[in-house]
Nanobody, 123 residues
Framework: QARLVESGGGTVQPGGSLKLSCSPT????????LGWFRRAPGKEREAVSC????????YYKDSVKGRFTTSRVKANNTIYLEMNDLKPEDAGIYSC????????????????WGKGIAVTVSS
């Protein structure tokens, strides 16, 4: 069974930075796209960013453009989310998944989610 595992979360002050990683485990699979999602307390999960693995084209939620950068290492299907100038509203559980919104990338028929990792932005 294919799985995704996130790492790199933690607590940071407003204006600070964090870098998340997402790596596949279990059954090997050549992912076409991967993305980052977050669920803030009391809110629905939202897509933050997605990346096409073949060419590295990345898509972002408007509120994180210019502050967050998604990158990938195609050879091992690993993606990263570098978050700068973090704001309290960026806090939440960040999950890695194949389920990118179709407004950004096609659905490739694979539904895989990581368990998520906490990001706290607090002074």
């Amino acid at each position: 069974q294919a799985r995704l595992v996130e790492s790199g979360g933690g607590t940071v002050q407003p204006g600070g930075s964090l870098k998340l990683s997402c790596s596949p485990t279990g059954f090997p699979y050549d992912y076409k796209s991967l993305g980052w999602f977050r669920r803030a307390p009391g809110k629905e999960r939202e897509a933050v960013s997605c990346i096409r693995m073949s060419d590295g084209s990345a898509y972002y939620k408007d509120s994180v453009k210019g502050r967050f950068t998604t990158s990938r290492v195609k050879a091992n299907n690993t993606i990263y989310l570098e978050m700068n100038d973090l704001k309290p509203e960026d806090a939440g559980i960040y999950s890695c998944s194949t389920m990118c919104p179709t407004r950004w990338l096609p659905y490739y028929g694979v539904d895989v989610w990581g368990k998520g990792i906490a990001v706290t932005v607090s002074s």
